[in-house]
């Protein structure tokens, strides 16, 4: 398998446009994750799915940012408008189940608003 | 206060060095993880353990529930283990989700040859 995979690896976008992430979870995953990681904050969690339906969006900073799992197979990180401060870089996570070493992370979207 | 915290937040050591790299948080958790940051950003999770011991490798993970601390350590480490380390536990209000995870900032290895 190619482990996660998300695209794109940088964004780069002006203020108030709409950006959106995607994230291929490794193929027989139940568990999706959306982190964000910055220098201030560190590691986030954002929201995850499990079996496509999200669980706990409570990390999802505020109503700008919406993340779907339409299938098994893909999902979607969106942010409009977007802003400076949601720079940042972005990771997909899955699991197959509770337990074991944990989740397989994605190398991350690198996202700059300008 | 960060409900985990890590120590040290740098560790400088030489190749062959056994290095331990601390973890403590303030609230229960059922189980705790490790992850590895390269360089290149990427993100790999070494354990999540509830009790007792792990081992992978040179990696060894250890976690006490009844003191809230676990501890990562590297034998004869070697300069590919440069990396930040990262320690993370689901707050006690997360509802029993062991996903729900709150991050300490990371300690920063470098071992050089």
């Known amino acids: 398998d190619a482990g996660v995979i998300q695209s794109p690896r940088h964004e780069v976008t002006e203020m108030g446009q709409e950006v959106t992430l995607r994230c291929k979870p490794i193929?027989?995953?139940?568990?999706l994750f959306w982190y964000r990681q910055t220098m201030m904050r560190g590691l986030e969690l954002l929201i995850y799915?499990?079996?496509?339906?999200?669980?706990?969006d409570s990390g999802m900073p505020e109503d700008r940012f919406s993340a779907k799992m339409p299938n098994a197979s893909f999902s979607t990180l969106k942010i409009q408008p977007s802003e400076p401060r949601d720079s940042a870089v972005y990771f997909c996570?899955?699991?197959?189940?509770?337990?074991?070493?944990?989740?397989?992370f994605g190398q991350g979207t690198r996202l700059t608003v300008v | 206060k960060n409900e985990v915290e890590q120590s040290p937040q740098n560790l400088t050591a030489q190749e062959g060095e056994f290095i331990t790299i601390n973890c403590s948080y303030s609230?229960?958790?059922?189980?705790l993880h490790w992850l590895q940051q390269h360089p290149g950003g990427g993100i790999v999770s070494l354990f999540m353990?509830?009790?007792g011991k792990k081992k992978h490798g040179r990696l060894i993970a250890t976690i006490n529930i009844q003191e809230k601390h676990s501890s990562l350590h590297i034998t004869a480490s070697h300069p590919r283990d440069s990396a930040v380390y990262i320690c993370?536990?689901?707050?006690?209000?997360?509802?029993?989700?062991?996903?729900?995870?709150?991050f300490g900032k990371g300690t920063l290895l470098t071992v050089n040859p």
């Open positions: 609230v229960g958790i059922s189980a």
């Open positions: 193929s027989g995953h139940d568990y």
């Open positions: 996570a899955s699991s197959l189940v509770l337990g074991g070493r944990g989740a397989f």
């Open positions: 993370a536990g689901p707050p006690t209000n997360s509802g029993g989700s062991n996903y729900k995870l709150t």
């Open positions: 353990l509830s009790s």
């Open positions: 799915f499990n079996n496509n339906v999200p669980i706990d």
